[in-house]
T-cell receptor, first 114, second 110 residues
Framework: AQKITQTQPGMFVQEKEAVTLDCTYD???????LFWYKQPSSGEMIFLIY??????QNATEGRYSLNFQKARKSANLVISASQLGDSAMYFC???????????FGSGTRLQVQP | EADIYQTPRYLVIGTGKKITLECSQT?????MYWYQQDPGMELHLIHY???????EKGDLSSESTVSRIRTEHFPLTLESARPSHTSQYLC?????????FGQGTRLTVV
């Protein structure tokens, strides 16, 4: 079975500061992918970043980076230089090779303060 | 960026009505999904399709049904809507690495 745990229901960060959103996962599959999605109040799911289990380097996409620690089964999202538009729900997700679909965590609501 | 569309975006409907939520994608993806999400909560898979004429139930039990007659089209139907069906429904399609989501349908059954 796959499980994603996000322990931070809500986070606050000052504009222009960096913030880390935590994600831990559990799977017995050796091959898997980890994803982060942003969901603004409008409801759509916006893909942010992907990390494969065999990738040697941490993934980066602009201001987003994924701090992947395989031995600890963690895949934390780091947002650098936060902007007001970053205020949203953030979901960590995983799909193991051969599995049907993404499994999502419960999400973290990030609020960026001016 | 994503070429996946859901209609309607918002729907308020009375109890007992039959409804169909539409989902279409133009990316040629074989895999498509329906997720159900209550406000501020996690997404739960309710239906999955491997391709044309192939559908499966997801992890969360749902009274809805789906069909996949064409690759690009994956509609979800509720034969008799109830207030407990009030939720957001998100459609997605995927490659092996990434899932693309539609904008979602917010359904309210009164």
């Amino acid at each position: 079975a796959q499980k994603i745990t996000q322990t931070q229901p809500g986070m606050f960060v000052q504009e222009k500061e960096a913030v880390t959103l935590d994600c831990t996962y559990d799977t017995s599959d050796p091959s898997y992918g980890l994803f982060w999605y942003k969901q603004p109040s409008s409801g759509e799911m916006i893909f942010l970043i992907y990390q494969g289990s065999y990738d040697q380097q941490n993934a980066t996409e602009g201001r987003y980076s994924l701090n992947f620690q395989k031995a600890r089964k963690s895949a934390n999202l780091v947002i650098s230089a936060s902007q007001l538009g970053d205020s949203a729900m953030y979901f960590c997700a995983m799909r193991a090779a051969g599995r049907r679909a993404l499994t999502f965590g419960s999400g973290t609501r990030l609020q960026v303060q001016p | 960026e994503a070429d996946i569309y859901q209609t309607p975006r918002y729907l308020v409907i009375g109890t007992g009505k039959k409804i169909t939520l539409e989902c279409s994608q133009t990316m040629g993806h074989d895999k498509m999904y329906w997720y159900q999400q209550d406000p501020g909560m996690e997404l739960h898979l309710i239906h999955y399709s491997y391709g044309v004429n192939s559908t499966e139930k997801g992890d969360l039990s749902s009274e809805s049904t789906v069909s996949r007659i064409r690759t690009e089209h994956f509609p979800l139907t509720l034969e008799s809507a109830r207030p407990s069906h009030t939720s957001q429904y998100l459609c997605a399609s995927s490659t092996s690495l990434r899932a693309f989501f539609g904008q979602g349908t917010r359904l309210t059954v009164v």
